[in-house]
């Protein structure tokens, strides 16, 4: 299954006028310019505002999530049961632009980093440890992730790859999208990345996790 989702994955294809481009090889990074409409951004930051609460992340030794010095943002889960018809139309452009039924995705998760928020180097993959295998039970690993930009901040916020020597600036209605495994289906260690310190103004992202299997909610 994992072979075959690999497979599909890498096959990436176009979406109307986005056309992903290719900027490096390894990892396996594609930006794709315009994603998202300069509403649908606004839209996403309006109905998600209001639900915000402090960003965590996996505990490593125990079963759910911790705050950590590392990760200064505020974030909320869009429910899977919300009939909003901006956010389903989103959940389907990634599922066909990856080629990945929409079930393999985790909820949409929205960030806002204020000044001097960031998330320190980091991989989306899930470690071999008791809080990691724990999260894998839930879908397996997470093969992508997609990042989306809600907004441009005025200064600082870029998201760096210190391994492809690649530093994306945010721009409202641009993605990247980047691989968490090899095609091997091996975890993918040169994914390792980071949300630069916010110098001025503020950061508004939507991120997609898509796992490897269909995600069910724990």
Same mark, same amino acid.
């Given at each position: 299954?994992?072979?075959? *989702? @690999?497979?599909? !994955?890498?096959?990436?294809?176009?979406?109307?006028?986005? +056309? /992903?481009?290719?900027?490096? #090889?390894?990892?396996?990074?594609?930006?794709?310019?315009?994603?998202?409409?300069?509403?649908?951004?606004?839209?996403?930051?309006?109905?998600?505002?209001?639900?915000?609460?402090?960003?965590?992340?996996?505990?490593e030794e125990n079963k759910g999530?911790?705050?950590?010095?590392?990760?200064?943002?505020?974030?909320?889960?869009?429910?899977?049961?919300?009939?909003?018809? *901006? @956010?389903?139309? !989103?959940?389907?452009?990634?599922s066909d632009l990856t080629k +990945? /039924?929409?079930?393999?995705? #985790?909820?949409?998760?929205?960030?806002?980093?204020?000044?001097?928020?960031?998330?320190?180097?980091?991989?989306?993959?899930?470690?071999?440890?008791?809080?990691?295998?724990?999260?894998?039970?839930?879908?397996?690993?997470?093969?992508?992730?997609?990042?989306?930009?809600?907004?441009?901040?005025?200064?600082?916020?870029?998201?760096?790859?210190?391994?492809?020597?690649?530093?994306?600036?945010?721009?409202?209605?641009?993605?990247?999208?980047?691989?968490?495994?090899?095609?091997?289906?091996?975890?993918?260690?040169?994914?390792?990345?980071?949300?630069?310190?916010?110098?001025?103004?503020e950061k508004w992202i939507i991120?997609?996790?898509?796992?490897?299997?269909?995600?069910?909610?724990?």
């Amino acid at each position: 299954m994992l072979k075959k *989702i @690999l497979c599909l !994955l890498f096959a990436i294809s176009c979406y109307g006028e986005v +056309i /992903p481009e290719q900027v490096s #090889e390894d990892p396996r990074i594609f930006i794709l310019k315009g994603f998202l409409s300069e509403a649908d951004c606004d839209h996403i930051i309006k109905v998600s505002k209001p639900n915000l609460v402090a960003s965590k992340i996996v505990d490593e030794e125990n079963k759910g999530e911790v705050s950590d010095y590392r990760r200064s943002s505020r974030g909320f889960f869009i429910p899977k049961e919300w009939k909003d018809p *901006i @956010l389903a139309s !989103l959940e389907k452009r990634i599922s066909d632009l990856t080629k +990945i /039924p929409v079930e393999h995705g #985790e909820n949409l998760h929205v960030l806002h980093y204020g000044i001097g928020g960031e998330f320190q180097p980091h991989c989306d993959f899930f470690n071999a440890t008791p809080g990691g295998n724990e999260c894998a039970r839930y879908g397996g690993q997470r093969v992508a992730t997609v990042v989306m930009y809600l907004n441009t901040p005025e200064a600082g916020g870029e998201t760096t790859f210190p391994y492809a020597k690649l530093t994306v600036k945010p721009k409202k209605g641009d993605a990247v999208l980047f691989y968490n495994l090899k095609p091997t289906g091996e975890v993918d260690p040169h994914s390792l990345h980071s949300g630069s310190p916010v110098i001025a103004g503020e950061k508004w992202i939507i991120t997609k996790w898509i796992r490897e299997k269909p995600f069910v909610q724990n």
